[in-house]
């Protein structure tokens, strides 16, 4: 298993290179943006859809049995092994030139998540969990993550997306209360706030309404570097839903107790 691993992260990190290129290469520059969805704006470009090709294209090739579960496009094997790829994650912010938006790249075997890595092309840093570690690869230095070790709701950072984007209104007064209890709240991060998080710069995230693929390549990037990530419920995130991410297991557990408060019905 450990030379699976060592040649699995091996071309996770050239399939997220290679979607570095094409991504950089569209990045800023005037797209045409479509929408997958005909009652709110789900955006797509062609930098989405000509990195899902690429990244298919390059597992077809060494791991032709692999599944793959694509935003864009999928591959299905019947197989233990399944990638999990969001070609860029945050493409409003793409699209509008900030540069916090990133290729998701995950592998499973039988619904495991045993590999994740998060790309962020714009900033130069990649994040990577595997096989019990957590680090992080800035301008080409390689670093250990190491998640913080806030506790009380009232000292921690709590990010999210956009609570507009939540499944539901419940799900958004939820996010209300829970805002409440905390010392800051900053909005508009992607997958980028869930590797701040490994990184010991936020406590805190909530979001609702995920897939798979906005999720899964960031749960051992921060299972690893110590955090927490689970559903509301406190189960797996691997089929997405409502998800939460805490620095630690004392973090999680007293912001689970307010995601259940019985006064937001």
């Not at 979607?19 to 520059?29: E, H, V």
């Not at 062609?46 to 496009?73: F, M, R, T």
């Not at 992080?136 to 250990?144: A, E, F, P, V, W």
């Not at 409440?180 to 805190?204: E, N, P």
């Amino acid at each position: 298993m450990k030379q699976d691993i060592r040649n699995f992260v091996k071309i996770g990190n050239y399939i997220a290179d290679e979607s570095r290129k094409i991504s950089l290469k569209y990045f800023k520059k005037k797209l045409k943006v479509l929408s997958k969805d005909v009652k709110s704006f789900d955006p797509v470009t062609i930098a989405d859809i000509s990195i899902q090709k690429k990244i298919n294209k390059i597992i077809s090739v060494y791991y032709p049995k692999h599944s793959v579960l694509g935003e864009e496009a999928s591959i299905k094997n019947n197989s233990d092994y399944e990638w999990c790829i969001d070609p860029i994650d945050g493409t409003k912010s793409f699209i509008q030139g900030f540069p916090i938006w990133g290729t998701l790249i995950s592998l499973s075997k039988n619904e495991e998540i045993i590999l994740g890595i998060a790309d962020i092309p714009a900033l130069d840093e990649r994040y990577i969990g595997h096989s019990n570690i957590s680090y992080k690869i800035i301008r080409g230095k390689k670093s250990k993550l190491k998640a913080r070790n806030t506790v009380k709701l009232k000292e921690s950072v709590l990010n999210t997306t956009s609570p507009y984007i939540f499944a539901n209104e419940y799900d958004q007064r939820i996010f209300e209360e829970v805002v409440k209890g905390v010392q800051t709240v900053r909005l508009g991060g992607d997958c980028y706030s869930y590797c701040l998080l490994a990184d010991g710069h936020v406590d805190i995230i909530l979001e609702s309404g995920l897939k798979p693929w906005d999720i899964r390549a960031l749960e051992p990037i921060i299972k690893n570097a110590g955090g927490v990530l689970k559903t509301w419920e406190g189960d797996k995130i691997f089929n997405g839903g409502r998800i939460v991410a805490t620095a630690n297991k004392k973090l999680f557990l007293n912001t689970k107790i307010k995601l259940k408060k019985p006064s937001y019905k």
